[in-house]
């Protein structure tokens, strides 16, 4: 089973940026599309940014233009750089296998964005 290690969160305030990574275990992350989730307190996960097959990515309409998901498979990391963070943005962030999640999920980074 792959193992999702997320990190990079922290408390920032409106404007600026953080730069989020996960790093998974076993070689399968290499061939599977990725992407990011967020929940936010009292709302469902939601899908943030896919990077599928052939670069093609998909972005949530609340963070297009701002966010950009990118992967280097040498290390089994994904990135997502969050730049013009809005309180909104504030969550905990996961990556998953996309747009089929995988069963196991990892334990999240919290993003705070103060106004």
């Known amino acids: 089973q792959v193992q999702l290690v997320e990190s990079g969160g922290g408390l920032v305030q409106a404007g600026g940026s953080l730069r989020l990574s996960c790093t998974a275990s076993?070689?399968?992350?290499?061939?599977?599309?990725m992407g990011w989730y967020r929940q936010a307190p009292g709302k469902q996960r939601e899908l943030v940014a896919g990077?599928?097959?052939?670069?093609?990515?998909n972005y949530a309409d609340s963070v297009k233009g701002r966010f950009t998901i990118s992967r280097d498979n040498a290390k089994n990391t994904v990135y997502l750089q969050m730049n013009s963070l809005k309180p909104e943005d504030t969550a905990i962030y996961y990556c998953n296998a996309y747009p089929t999640v995988w069963a196991g999920w990892g334990k999240g980074t919290l993003v705070t964005v103060s106004s």
């Open positions: 990077l599928g097959s052939g670069g093609i990515t």
């Open positions: 076993g070689s399968i992350f290499s061939i599977n599309a």
